[in-house]
């Protein structure tokens, strides 16, 4: 506990010296375990969620407050096998489709904790991970909207295990409109680095977006688009 504390406390410091959370007005709420600015939110919000994992808690926080409709997506075998045995409301629409910079398959790698539902693209553990991949769909962001008939999103949330190195750039590349971003950046994988989690940020940034949160594990970041 304490090493994970000492951790935390170096992120963080880390963070503060690159500056990455921006002097805004806006005043973001915790829904569920994220932070928002929940003021534009209704029924009708457009709002997809990648990587639903074994934990809807965020997704039906959002259906409870706002009443409006998430898209939540996960292509990994796991997660779609306990999708299948959860009852959730209407508003909770699953695709067991993933996100990436590409429309195909994917190679993702079983998660090493048993009963975990946290597969990824990145072979944790490096040459210890013995585990075989499997092949998911997985495709960008600008063709699943189009498939779905949405030309901008309220929210988009990615909690991805990795994949949001590639899919962000592509996200920003298109164009598309996006008002508020959440996203779980995984610099501390092995094939990562805090470098690499900062180049990502300041692309976001780049592209007309403020970072309004940071989490206390300093992993979850929340951007909203600046006007």
């Known amino acids: 506990m304490v ?3 000492l951790k935390q406390t170096l992120r963080q410091h880390r963070l503060r010296r690159a500056r990455v959370l921006d002097d805004t007005p806006y005043r973001p709420t915790k829904v569920g375990d994220w932070a928002l600015v929940t003021e534009p939110l209704n029924a009708s919000s457009v709002v997809y969620s990648f990587g639903v ?3 809807v808690a965020w997704d039906l ?3 409870g407050q706002f009443g409006c409709t998430i898209h939540a997506f996960d292509p990994t075998p796991a997660s779609i096998a306990w999708a299948s045995r959860q009852s959730l ?3 909770f629409v699953f695709h067991d489709i993933g996100i990436s910079k590409f429309d195909g398959e994917l190679a993702f790698y079983p998660p090493r904790k ?3 539902t946290h597969y990824s693209q990145e072979r944790r553990g490096g040459l210890l991970n013995r585990q075989e991949p499997v ?3 997985v495709r960008r962001l600008a063709t699943i909207m189009q498939s779905l008939g949405h030309t901008r999103l309220d929210v988009l949330k990615l909690d991805v295990e990795g994949s949001e190195f590639d899919a962000v750039p592509d996200i920003l590349a298109s164009g598309i ?10 610099y501390h994988f092995r094939s990562r680095s805090f470098r690499a989690g900062l180049d990502l940020i300041h692309q976001i940034k780049a592209a007309g977006m403020q970072c309004i949160h940071v989490s206390p594990r300093g992993f979850d970041f929340s951007f909203v688009r600046a006007e």
């Open 3 to 5: 090493l994970k504390l």
């Open 53 to 55: 994992g074994d934990n």
């Open 61 to 63: 926080a959002m259906i």
């Open 89 to 91: 409301p209407p508003e």
């Open 114 to 116: 048993s009963g975990s």
């Open 135 to 137: 092949r998911c769909q």
């Open 177 to 186: 409109e996006i008002d508020q971003l959440l996203v779980e950046i995984h």
